[in-house]
């Protein structure tokens, strides 16, 4: 039997654990040596051994066959490396702590993405119960009574004129699943598929769709038991609702096709229901309509892309705080009089981040004052324009957060995303411009020959010639730039007239939404290199220093990236960046100046503006 031994390393930093593959469960310790120190070293987002001096490796267990994730954002991530889609990255481990109600009215943003994570369980309301039994009476009745009724006692879409007799009622609803589950592409992660389960189920606990108590409560165990079908994230066109995912979903529940859960791995999904004492679905009048038309995952998604939008828009003011200094530029163009007098409310919230990063009354950087008094008096738009640009993707995080909350608890209008992507990626757009003033020496602040001043060397490379620098990192954030401008063409303009023309016209909303996530991935990778770059350009201030929050971000990139004295495989230093901004950890170690700062500036909070609307 194959099994893996549990190695802790040390050296350096704190103790890591890794499950290393062990084909005897005699093996020694020295053979998976080698093998932990690779995992350590790539951990630290630096592909070398360098700094392994006193590494240890210590068998202390033996496993059942699973195997650690890596690059889990410190959660206990394991999968089984049997099963047929190793690709889903599972998540487990988190004990569920904490429930939080579902009724179908107040699920948030931040709930939904714990959920995901597997932070909470969830409980259906009281009140959702009671709904949810008078939403299933009005269909017993209907069935009863020999009405028609689409979707109960006839087929759908073009088949919306065939009357099914009521014997058949059961197999009109298993088959709608079966049919309809006809999706392709590869599965939706652990994350995103809690995410959809949790929105159906939050969908039918407010009491419109006719599903009975039974079904809902099975719902329910599924998602607190992380039993999760496998879901194809391609397929919808966002019509009558993401009607191919949510059939997956579906499915799995039913006891067909593959599932997933963290004690079983992927297996056939009746065994794994069995296994969790979990009865399959058996689905009655209405209820296959009622399990699959939603546009849940495109709201899930859609969360997914906001959450992480907004994660990364505040650690970009951080980012270009410190390449604003290290380019020796002023922050007199964020003063608090100049954005009060044009008062968009994200302009004046990004203004006052970096004022809280920058101001010398407050803020001591030697870089600052060593150029005080040079002869430049204005600043390139990707510098004192800042505000102008982050603020407004902000304001449109303001708005997508408010149309999404709205929509968890309902259904979702998909342009909406791709507004969010467009808005997004001009955080990325601007990134790689202020990037180029980092490497280009033709157009990087300083001279050299004034007093204080610092001449940037080509690519911020020493011995440039021999070393290239960050000459290729800046053609990759240009890479990526490129690509979010074609991912940000709206899916919204197209449509595809699909159901013999009688859904003729549909909003591409799941691909909107696959789009925003991907335009986010890569807005944080191009900032993973601004800050890079902006950190390497620090090395060649120094002795001088920054403002006391920006060493703190420079700290903290230097404990997973060390400086580049020449060049060295670069691809792990930009993963290592990128997961720390994924992570919020550079918001972190900025926030607290941030507060500090308002508390002790004294000024007055962002205003907004009210809308006057004329009829």
């Known amino acids: 039997m194959r099994v893996f031994v549990k190695v802790c390393c040390s050296g350096g930093g704190e103790p890591q654990a890794y499950a290393l593959p062990c084909n005897e469960p005699t093996a020694r310790v020295g053979s998976l040596k080698s093998l932990a120190l690779d ?34 954002s410190g959660r206990s991530a394991r999968r089984r490396i049997s099963g047929p889609l190793d690709i ?3 998540l487990t481990g988190i004990e569920n702590k904490e429930a939080i109600e579902l009724d179908g009215l107040s699920l948030s943003v931040e709930n939904l993405m714990r959920i995901g994570r597997g932070e909470l369980k969830v409980k259906i309301s009281e009140s959702a119960v009671n709904r949810v039994k008078r939403s299933r009476k009005v269909v017993d009745d209907l069935v009863a009574s020999d009405e028609v009724t689409y979707g109960v006692t006839t087929g759908f879409g073009k088949f919306a004129s065939v009357v099914i007799p009521k014997e058949k009622t059961i197999e009109l609803q298993e088959n709608l699943i079966r049919s309809h589950a006809a999706g392709v592409g590869p599965p939706l992660s652990p994350e ?40 194809p994230e391609q397929g919808t066109v966002g019509a009558s609702g993401d009607l191919a995912p949510l059939s997956h979903l579906a499915l799995g529940l039913m006891g067909e096709g593959l599932m997933w859960s963290p004690s079983s791995g992927w297996a056939n999904a ?13 689905l009655q009048a209405k209820e296959g309509i009622s399990l699959i038309n939603g546009t849940q995952l495109i709201t899930g998604l859609g969360v997914e892309a906001l959450s992480r939008a907004e994660l990364i828009a505040k650690q970009a003011d951080v ?32 203004a006052g981040r970096l004022r809280a990063l920058l101001d010398s009354s407050i803020h001591h950087s030697e870089i600052r004052a060593s150029h005080k008094n040079c002869h430049r008096v204005q600043d390139p738009y990707t510098l004192r324009c800042i505000p102008q640009v982050h603020g407004v993707v902000n304001d449109t ?24 992507a467009i808005a997004v990626h001009e955080l990325a757009n601007i990134s790689e411009r202020r990037q180029e ?32 620098g960050f000459m290729i990192a800046h053609c990759t954030s240009a890479a990526l730039v490129s690509e979010n401008k074609v991912l940000t063409h709206p899916s919204s303009v197209d449509s595809i007239s699909t159901s013999a023309a009688q859904e003729d016209h549909v909003s591409m909303g799941g691909f909107a939404a696959r789009k925003a996530i991907s335009v986010v991935s890569h807005v944080e990778q191009v900032l993973a290199i601004e ?25 903290l990139v230097r404990t997973v990236v060390r400086p580049w004295d020449k060049d060295r495989f670069m691809s792990p230093d930009i993963e290592a960046a990128t997961k720390l901004l994924r992570e919020g950890r550079v918001w972190t170690a900025a926030e607290p100046h941030i507060s500090h700062y308002k508390t002790t500036a004294n000024e007055p909070p962002p205003k907004r503006i009210k809308l006057v609307h004329q009829s």
């Not at 809690?194 to 099975?218: C, F, I, M």
């Not at 229901?273 to 979990?278: K, R, Y």
């Open 319 to 350: 980012v270009a705080a410190l390449t604003l200094d290290v380019l020796q530029g002023t922050p007199r163009a964020f003063d608090y009089d100049v954005h009060a007098n044009r008062p968009h409310y994200g302009q004046q919230m990004v």
């Open 531 to 555: 800050l890079l770059a902006a950190c390497q350009a620090l090395e060649f201030h120094r002795p001088r220093t920054t403002t006391p929050p920006l060493e703190e971000v420079h700290k």
């Open 39 to 72: 995992r350590w070293s790539e951990n630290r987002g630096d592909n070398s051994k360098r700094d392994a001096e006193g590494f240890q490796a210590n068998a202390v267990g033996y496993r059942r066959p699973l195997v650690r994730q890596r690059h889990d």
């Open 270 to 282: 009746a065994d794994v229901l069995e296994a969790h004492g979990l009865s399959p679905l058996s």
């Open 397 to 420: 995080l303001t708005f997508v957060r408010g149309i999404l909350t709205t929509e968890m608890n309902s259904a979702l209008d998909n342009p909406v995303m791709d507004y969010l």
């Open 437 to 468: 003033r980092l490497m280009n020496p033709s157009i990087s602040a300083g001279s050299g020959a004034g007093e204080g001043e610092v001449k940037l060397p080509a690519f911020l490379a020493s011995d440039g010639g021999i070393n290239s």
């Open 192 to 231: 995103q598929t809690r995410r959809l389960l949790a929105l159906r189920l939050n969908v039918l606990v407010k009491g419109y769709s006719g599903a009975r108590l039974e079904t809902v409560q099975k719902l329910e165990a599924a998602l607190n038991a992380s039993c999760l079908p496998l879901v």
């Open 88 to 90: 889903f990255q599972a």
